[in-house]
C-alpha cells in the first residue's frame, strides 16, 4: 500500500480550514501539523478536534516533523519566501495564492452541489406531488424514480423500489420492452400485481448525444378515472333532472348568480310575467320588476330568505308574491332561487269561491209547501196562514214543539216569496256560542278583537241580503242580542261590532222557538218589545199527536225517502201497523216517527215490503207511563204553576233514566243544553236531586 505524503499547513484562517477539510475527504496526503500564531482561529480547533498537532511556530513544527509537503496559506509574501528558505530539498511549498484558488474552487462547488441538491428536491417534491404515478429505469433496467403516487397505485414502498431491477418488482412492466425497442407505447391498459387497473405512456429516454439512457412509465388509476366519470355522469343526471322539475313545474321560478344575473326561469315564469328567456338571462334581477325591490338582491345581500312579499311583475304588472331563498354551496353564496305565486289568480279563485258560496246561499231554501205533507185540519189551516205570509213582507213566527217542521215552514215560505231568487240563510241560534253570537250575526271590522281576520267579516244578515234568514230557536238569543234585533226589525239596519257606522240591509225574518217565549217574558229572559215584533205573523204549527190521521200519509212520504237511503224497497204500512203508531203520542213528533220508521226498515228482512205491527211493539216498548204526563189539578194551581210542575217533573224523569247525562236529557226532550240548565236551575231540580 502506497504510503500518503505528510503534510504541514501554515495558516489556519478561512483558507486553512478549507484545505484541512478537502485534504481530508480526499485523503491524498495525510496533514499532520497545523500552524497558526492565533491558536483560537478555525483551522486550529478542527485540527485539535482531529488529533493533529498544532503550533505557533512552523520552525518547531518543521524541526519536528518530517514533512514531504507545506502549504502556505497565510497570504504573507515574507511567510513564504521564510518557508522557501529554510525547507528542505525534497519538501514541496505551495503558496498561498495557489490555496485561494482551491478555495474559491471548493466555495464553487459546494453552491453548485447546494443548487443542484436544491434542484433535486424540488423535482422530487414536483414528481411526487403529481397524481400520476411515475417510474423510471436507466439502460441497465434498475429504477432510478419511483414517486408517491406510484407507491400508491401499485403498493410498493419508494425505498423498497430504488435501484431494483424493474422486473424483480412488477412481473407485468413492460418498461424493459420499450428500452430495448426505443419505441413509445402511449395510452396503454396493464393489469399491475395487486390486481389494480391502469393506463400509462411508456417512453424511452436519451441524452443529447442520442444515446439510449433509460426509460420512463407514466400512468393513472383508472378506478379514479372510472370513479370521476361516473361522479360527471351523476351531476349530470341530477343537473338534467333539476332542469325539467324547474321547466315542467306549474311555479314560476327565476334563478341567479351571485351578482345577480339571470341564469334560469322556466316556461311558467315567461307566462306569468310575459318575459322571454333573452329579455332576463344575463341581465339584472330587477328587469322583470314593474313595482317593488328586487327580493333575489335582497337575499344575496343578506344572505337570508324572504317569504310572502308582494309586488308587480312585468309590463301587465301582474300583482304577485314572492318567495325567494340563497343558493350557499360549501359555505359559499351562489345565487338565489325564488318562486313566483299570481295574486290575481287567487283573487279570481276566491272570487270564484265567493260567489259559489252564495249561490249555495241561494239553494239552501230547498222545499216547498208540496213538501209538507197532511191532510188535517191543523195542518192545513198551518199551511194556509204560512202561504198567506209568504205573500207579504211580514216577519213571521213559527211556533211549535221541537220535531213539528218548523225549518220546513221556512223553507216553503222563502220559495214561494218573491225573495225565492236570493239568499235563505239559516241560524241556528242555541248552537252558537254567545261570545260569538253578535260577531257571526252582525259582522265586525278591521281589528275589532284579538283574532278578527284583517279587513273585517260580513255577517250573516249582510249575506241574507235581498232574502230570507231563518233565526231558529230564537228563544235561546241573549238580552244583549235580542235588542239589536230589535233595532234591524225597527229600523232595518245594522251595526258591525267595533264599527259605528249603520249599514241598511233589506231581509226577510223567519223566526221559530219551541219555548214559551210569554212565559219568558214573565220570568225576564226575553224582551217584550221584541215579542210583539216576532209575533206579528204568528203560525202554530200542531204536534203530530194532534193530527194522527196525518200519519199515513206521513209513513208513505217517509218510506220513499228511506228506501233511497237504505236501499230498500218497503211498498207500505198494513192497517194494523197504522193502527198501533195512531196508538203512541208520539212527543218527538215527525222527527220521532221519521227515527222510528228508519228503525223499522233496517230490522226488516230484505224480502219483506209492508211494515206490519209485529215490527213495532220492540221500538214502541219504552211508551210513557200514564202519571209521567199526569199534574194534579187542584182549584188554588194556576196555569202556570201547573206546566211548571210538569216541566219540572218531566226533567227530573228523564235525567233519572238517562242517569244524569244532561246532554242525552236535552236530546230526548228536544231543547238546547243551555236551555235545559235554565230550566234546571229555574226549577232546582240539581238542589232537589233526580228522586
Known amino acids: 500500500m502506497k504510503k500518503l505524503r505528510t503534510c504541514m499547513i501554515v ?127 436507466n439502460v441497465n433496467e434498475e429504477v432510478t424514480l419511483f414517486n408517491r403516487s406510484a407507491e400508491k397505485i401499485t403498493g410498493i414502498s419508494k425505498e423498497l423500489a430504488d435501484g431494483k431491477i424493474i422486473g424483480s418488482l412488477m412481473a407485468s412492466s413492460r418498461l424493459p420492452r420499450v428500452l430495448s425497442s426505443g419505441k413509445a407505447e402511449i395510452n396503454k391498459e396493464q393489469l399491475l400485481p395487486n390486481g389494480k387497473k391502469i393506463i400509462t405512456t411508456r417512453i424511452p429516454m436519451f441524452n443529447d448525444e442520442g444515446k439510449r439512457i433509460g426509460a420512463l412509465a407514466v400512468f393513472k388509476d383508472m378506478t379514479a378515472i372510472e370513479q370521476m366519470a361516473q361522479e360527471v355522469t351523476n351531476l349530470k343526471s341530477v343537473q338534467s333532472m333539476l332542469e325539467a322539475i324547474i321547466q315542467s313545474s306549474d311555479e314560476a321560478i327565476s334563478v341567479v348568480d351571485e351578482t345577480g344575473k339571470g341564469l334560469m326561469i322556466n316556461p311558467a315564469y315567461t307566462r306569468l310575467t310575459g318575459l322571454q328567456r333573452e329579455e332576463v338571462i344575463g341581465k339584472p334581477a330587477n328587469t322583470d320588476i314593474s313595482e317593488g325591490e328586487s327580493m333575489h338582491m335582497r337575499v344575496l345581500r343578506t344572505r337570508k330568505p324572504v317569504r310572502g312579499v308582494q309586488m308587480k311583475v312585468g309590463p301587465a304588472k301582474r300583482e304577485v308574491v314572492v318567495n325567494v331563498s340563497p343558493v350557499i354551496v360549501d359555505g359559499l353564496l351562489k345565487g338565489s332561487v325564488g318562486v313566483i305565486h299570481d295574486i290575481s289568480e287567487l283573487h279570481s279563485l276566491n272570487n270564484q269561491l265567493q260567489r259559489a258560496r252564495q249561490i249555495i246561499r241561494t239553494l239552501e231554501a230547498k222545499y216547498s209547501f208540496e213538501d209538507i205533507i197532511g191532510k188535517s185540519e191543523e195542518m192545513t189551516f198551518s199551511v194556509q196562514q204560512a202561504k198567506l205570509a209568504a205573500s207579504t213582507p211580514a216577519t213571521v213566527l213559527l211556533r211549535g214543539e221541537s220535531g213539528t217542521g218548523k225549518e220546513l215552514f221556512a223553507h216553503a215560505i222563502h220559495n214561494a216569496s218573491d225573495r225565492k231568487y236570493n239568499k235563505f240563510v239559516r241560524v241556528n241560534c242555541a248552537a252558537i256560542s254567545e261570545s260569538l253570537f253578535e260577531s257571526e250575526l252582525f259582522g265586525y271590522e278591521d281589528g275589532a278583537f284579538s283574532g278578527a281576520k284583517q279587513g273585517g267579516k260580513r255577517g250573516l244578515f249582510e249575506e241574507a241580503n235581498g232574502g230570507s234568514i231563518f233565526l231558529d230557536e230564537i228563544g235561546e238569543v241573549s238580552l244583549g242580542t235580542q235588542a239589536k234585533l230589535l233595532r234591524v226589525l225597527q229600523e232595518r239596519e245594522i251595526v258591525r261590532v267595533g264599527g259605528a257606522k249603520p249599514i241598511s240591509i233589506n231581509v226577510r225574518i223567519i223566526a221559530a222557538t219551541n219555548a214559551k217565549l210569554e212565559k219568558r217574558i214573565i220570568d225576564g229572559s226575553f224582551r217584550e218589545d221584541l215579542y210583539y215584533r216576532l209575533n206579528r205573523l204568528p203560525i202554530q204549527i200542531a204536534p203530530l199527536r194532534q193530527r194522527k190521521e196525518d200519519i199515513t200519509d206521513l209513513a208513505k212520504h217517509l218510506l220513499t225517502k228511506i228506501n233511497q237511503d237504505y236501499g230498500r224497497n218497503v211498498k207500505g204500512i198494513t192497517d194494523a201497523a197504522v193502527d198501533y203508531l195512531k196508538s203512541y203520542d208520539w212527543p218527538g213528533n215527525v222527527r220521532e216517527f221519521e227515527n222510528v220508521l228508519g228503525r223499522i226498515v233496517i230490522h226488516m228482512d230484505v224480502s219483506e215490503t209492508m211494515i206490519d205491527s209485529h215490527h213495532l211493539p220492540s221500538l214502541l216498548s219504552e211508551k210513557k207511563d200514564a202519571d209521567v204526563l199526569f199534574v194534579e189539578r187542584t182549584p188554588d194551581k194556576m196555569l202556570s204553576q201547573l206546566v211548571d210542575e210538569f216541566e219540572k217533573k218531566t226533567i227530573r224523569q228523564t235525567l233519572a233514566h238517562y242517569e244524569g247525562n244532561k246532554t242525552a236529557t236535552a236530546k230526548a226532550l228536544g231543547v238546547s243544553l243551555r236551555n235545559l240548565y235554565y230550566k234546571m236551575e229555574k226549577h232546582g231540580v240539581e238542589k232537589s236531586g233526580m228522586q
Open 11 to 137: 495558516g489556519a484562517g478561512r483558507g486553512g480550514l478549507a484545505l484541512l477539510q478537502i485534504l481530508q475527504e480526499t485523503k491524498m496526503m495525510k496533514v499532520i501539523a497545523m500552524v497558526d500564531c492565533h491558536q483560537g482561529a478555525p483551522g486550529i480547533l478542527k485540527a485539535r478536534n482531529s488529533g493533529i498537532a498544532v503550533f505557533e511556530d512552523w520552525k518547531v513544527a518543521l524541526n519536528q516533523f518530517e514533512i514531504d509537503v507545506i502549504v502556505e496559506a497565510t497570504g504573507d509574501e515574507a511567510v513564504f519566501e521564510e518557508i522557501r528558505d529554510r525547507r528542505e530539498k525534497h519538501t514541496v511549498l505551495i503558496p498561498g495564492s495557489v490555496a485561494n484558488i482551491v478555495l474559491k474552487l471548493i466555495e464553487e462547488k459546494e453552491v453548485l452541489i447546494d443548487t443542484l441538491r436544491h434542484q433535486s428536491k424540488q423535482q422530487e417534491i414536483i414528481l411526487d406531488s403529481t397524481h400520476d404515478g411515475m417510474i423510471a429505469v
